[in-house]
């Protein structure tokens, strides 16, 4: 069996990343694909991105910028909805290491895509969608974008986890000319935005396409001690609730 993690928005939650990697240890995975986000929000963001250069780059397929990668690494703001958002980026831009950032701007995808195969299937991951890399997400009822020339697609940026089946027409008589793609979004390791708190990510295995949500446990008061004043009490609190 062919088995691969699938990790997205972290957001600087180092106790929900290390939880999540100790889950997926007893799965044997062949690789684990990033779909962006590692920093801001929460208040380890250097921490994070050090834990998965040194704990998991032996096994990342792909790791690809969030918006909040691209709006820190290029100083644009315009995108955030609120003014907190441009807060709490803005204080992790002042706190991110010289070589955190090195890494984040040398190592990952600064498009938000790319293109990989697994196991003969042709692969897309993307932290928004095709429409709009880094801040427009994909849902089941609009897709925001054309991905019939894919097999398997993961996404991230929503904070809320997904699997549907969407059929593209095809020239393909066996296959009743249409052509059969798979979205997935592994919700969020970091900062859950579906009323379900425990970190969460995705199992896939590719041979059978059966695919694992799972929820890990994690200290999430730990994760709040280390918030301050510098970010707006709204991403801790949420924490809590998964929202």
């Known amino acids: 069996?062919?088995?691969?993690?699938?990790?997205?928005d972290i957001h600087g939650?180092?106790?929900?990343?290390?939880?999540?990697?100790?889950?997926?240890?007893?799965?044997?995975?062949?690789?684990?694909?990033?779909?962006?986000?590692?920093?801001?929000?929460?208040?380890?963001?250097?921490?994070?991105?050090?834990?998965v250069r040194t704990k998991m780059s032996d096994h990342i397929i792909c790791n690809i910028w969030g918006n909040h990668e691209r709006a820190i690494l290029l100083s644009d703001f315009t995108g955030f909805s609120s003014q907190r958002g441009?807060?709490?980026?803005?204080?992790?831009?002042?706190?991110?290491?010289?070589?955190?950032?090195?890494?984040?701007e040398t190592e990952l995808d600064c498009r938000g895509f790319?293109?990989?195969?697994l196991d003969g299937k042709k692969c897309l991951a993307v932290h928004g969608s095709m429409e709009n890399p880094f801040w427009k997400s994909i849902f089941p009822d609009s897709v925001h974008g054309d991905y019939k020339s894919y097999d398997l697609v993961?996404?991230?940026?929503?904070?809320?986890?997904?699997?549907?089946?969407?059929?593209?027409?095809?020239?393909?008589?066996?296959?009743?000319?249409q052509h059969a793609v798979m979205f997935m979004n592994p919700g969020s390791v970091g900062q859950p935005r579906n009323q379900h708190p425990e970190a969460q990510y995705i199992i896939l295995d590719s041979k059978s396409m059966s695919v694992d949500f799972r929820g890990v446990s994690y200290d999430i008061d730990k994760t709040i001690s280390y918030f301050n004043q510098s970010v707006d009490e709204f991403y801790?609190?949420?924490?809590?609730?998964?929202?």
């Not at 441009?86 to 984040?104: C, G, M, N, P, R």
Request: net charge negative; aromatic share 12%.
């Open 114 to 117: 790319c293109e990989f195969t």
């Open 154 to 177: 993961f996404s991230g940026h929503s904070h809320c986890s997904h699997m549907f089946t969407k059929f593209y027409k095809a020239d393909c008589p066996e296959l009743r000319d």
């Open 13 to 51: 939650n180092l106790q929900a990343l290390q939880q999540v990697h100790c889950d997926l240890q007893q799965f044997d995975i062949c690789g684990i694909i990033l779909l962006g986000d590692l920093i801001d929000y929460g208040m380890q963001s250097n921490e994070v991105v050090e834990y």
């Open 236 to 243: 801790w609190k949420r924490l809590k609730n998964g929202v």
């Open 1 to 8: 069996m062919a088995k691969y993690a699938i990790l997205s």
């Open 86 to 104: 441009v807060d709490s980026a803005k204080y992790t831009a002042f706190k991110l290491e010289t070589e955190i950032k090195k890494y984040l």
